[in-house]
């Protein structure tokens, strides 16, 4: 046990003080790892160290402001695979072993050091990390590279392709950006459970991107019933105020802003046991699944107004009918982005231990094959599928054939005046030689004798 006596024994009235630590040889036997109840996504808990006890007088329970340290041996030496956990004894009434002031700070196959803010009785618990399904793991890394290219590819195109350039455009941009950015983190962090304040600010950064991600999908929605509305009531609203009003400060803000209240009331439940995400314990969860179905609701009520709006100007005759047939793709392409991002993330409501191993199996692999790829489906649904960025690709792709061509064809005329000056200069010094012999023969030639 490392602990700084002066903070420990600060306040203290007594003139003699003993700082103790107490080893108990069999006491694990009695309050083994059953008494620990937060075992969610750990399999297998096993108390893997003796029982000590650290105590600078009669109370069982004294607080620190500077950390005391404890190096444990373990009872079994631990492999990639195990977790070990440092817990104390908090009493049974209140639920055992506990992570409650207690933090894991290194291990290895020998020994565990723990990190408390208070001095009680501790221990280690080594738990099993559940095995992860290999096909799985499989779609999601081959699902999320194509994703991120794909993403990669629409960044792009929405940045360069002029013809485009609208609020629309912006707001795709903004999504596939944030999506990237959260498909890229997920691939690269979410598995550096160590050491755990970097997984807890992965999985805080995760939080933000994915809420942004939903946030920009809903004034996308906003957008779209605007704009359809426009066309019943003139000059409702426009798009430059639009964009400047609402899009950036609500785009990123409202993910912010729940962010900051979900660290503020609960900073030790991002990072689990096993992924740098958010913890299931206590409902935390539902920081994310809250507003994102709240999301998807109030995206449904725009899209059903969108479509009854448009029902009723189909039925009467118009002559704004291109308009109404370019509203049309956009409330088709809207409702496409509904269903890649919001019933994918849905299917998560379903992923509960009730449904049976079958089923279990079933919506998790549709979770995870759409979800890794909202990319690719947002690149063909906004890009692929629009008539001006097909037009733009081909004349991107016939400039650089053109390029491509031209340079050639330079190179091999090049090519060809430099072989036919050679040509020309090797005729041109054979002609010179021939000449210059033909006088130096006619000078040796004898002259007439007299």
Known sequence: MDINCADALKGTLRESTAVALITYQSLGDILNASFFSKRKGMQEVKLNSHVVSGTIGLKEKISLSEPVFLTFHHD?????????????????????????????????????????????????????????????????QVGLTISLLCLFLAILTFLLCQPIQNTSTSLHLQLSLCLFLAHLLFLTGINRTEPEVLCSIIAGLLHFLYLACFTWMLLEGLHLFLTVRNLRVANYTSTGRFKKRFMYPLGYGIPAVIIAVSAIVGPQNYGTFTHCWLKLDKGFIWSFMGPVAVIILINLVFYFQVLWILRSKLSSLNKEVSTIQDTR????????????????????????????????????????????????????????????????????????????????????????????EEVGKSSEFLHKGGTASSSADSTKQPQPQL
């Open 329 to 420: 793709v956009m409330t088709f392409k809207a409702i496409s982005q509904l269903f890649i991002l919001g019933c994918s993330w849905g299917l998560g409501f379903f992923m509960v231990e009730e449904v049976g191993k079958t089923i279990g199996s079933i919506i998790a692999y549709s979770f995870t094959i759409i979800n890794t790829l909202q990319g690719v489906l947002l690149f063909v649904v906004h890009c692929l599928l629009n008539r001006q960025v097909r037009m733009e690709y081909k004349k991107w792709f016939s400039g650089m054939r053109k390029g491509v061509e031209t340079e050639s064809t330079e190179m091999s005329r090049s090519t060809t005046q430099n072989k036919t």
């Open 76 to 140: 079994q030496p631990g492999d990639k695979r195990t977790k070990h956990i440092c817990v104390y004894w908090e009493g049974l009434e209140e639920g055992g072993w506990s992570t409650e002031g207690c933090s894991h700070v290194y291990s290895n196959g020998s020994y565990t050091k723990c990190k408390c803010f208070h001095l009680s009785s501790f221990a280690v618990l080594v738990a099993l990390a559940p095995k992860e399904d290999p096909v799985l793991t499989v779609i999601t």
